[in-house]
C-alpha cells in the first residue's frame, strides 16, 4: 500500500525520490507560487484538485511513498478524501534541532525565501503537532543531520536505512 509522507521543505523529498524513481513520488504543488493571485475560493478549488489528483495516483498503488507538502490546506483535502498521511517535522520541543533546520532551510533556499514561506509554519508549529496529535496523526520529528531517508520505519527498499524517533 503506498504511503503518503508530508514533510517541511529541505527535508530531502525530491532528492530521495531522484535516487528512488521506481518506489517514491514526489508530488510537488508548489502552492506559495501557484497560489498567488487566485481568489479563496479558486485557493480552495486548487487543492480540492490537487488532492483528488494524488488520490489518483496514490489509489494506483505504484509506488511505496508519494511525498506531499506540508501545507494545510492541501493537508486537509486528504483527509477529506480518507487519505491517511505521515507527518515528519521540525521537532518543536527541542530549540537545537530547530535552530538547526532553519539552517539547513536557509542554507538551501535563503533567508528571504524562510522568512516569506516558512517562518509563519514555523512559529505555528507547537499548534499544529498539537493539532495533529489530537487527531492520532503519524508523526515523526526531525533530528540534527536526518532527512527523510533516515526517517520513516515502514519505508523500505531506499538506498539508505531508515532511523527515527516516532512521536505518536
Known amino acids: 500500500m503506498t504511503k503518503i509522507i508530508s514533510a517541511f521543505p529541505a527535508l530531502g523529498k525530491t532528492t530521495l525520490t ?13 502552492e506559495s507560487r501557484a497560489t498567488i493571485g487566485l481568489s479563496e475560493e479558486n485557493k480552495k478549488s ?3 484538485n490537487c488532492a483528488k489528483n494524488l488520490k489518483l495516483i496514490h489509489d494506483a498503488n505504484n509506488y511505496k511513498a508519494i511525498f506531499v ?8 483535502e486528504l483527509q477529506n478524501l480518507g487519505l ?14 530547530l535552530e538547526e533546520y532553519k539552517s ?16 509563519n509554519d514555523m ?7 498539537k493539532r495533529l496529535s489530537e ?5 515523526y520529528f526531525v533530528k540534527p543531520g536526518l532527512y527523510l531517508e533516515d526517517l520513516v520505519p515502514e519505508l523500505k527498499g531506499c538506498k539508505k536505512p531508515f532511523y527515527f524517533e516516532k512521536f505518536l
Do not use: C, M
Open 84 to 97: 491517511k498521511v505521515t507527518h515528519v517535522l521540525p521537532d518543536v520541543n527541542n530549540s537545537e534541532n
Open 69 to 76: 507538502t506540508d501545507d494545510d490546506r492541501f493537508l486537509s
Open 135 to 139: 487527531t492520532g496523526e503519524e508523526v
Open 104 to 119: 539547513r532551510v536557509i542554507k538551501r533556499s535563503g533567508f528571504e525565501w524562510f522568512d516569506k514561506v516558512l517562518k
Open 46 to 48: 486548487f487543492f480540492e
Open 123 to 129: 512559529d505555528s508549529l507547537a499548534d499544529k503537532v
Open 18 to 30: 531522484q535516487n528512488n524513481k521506481e518506489i517514491f513520488f514526489d508530488y510537488e504543488v508548489y
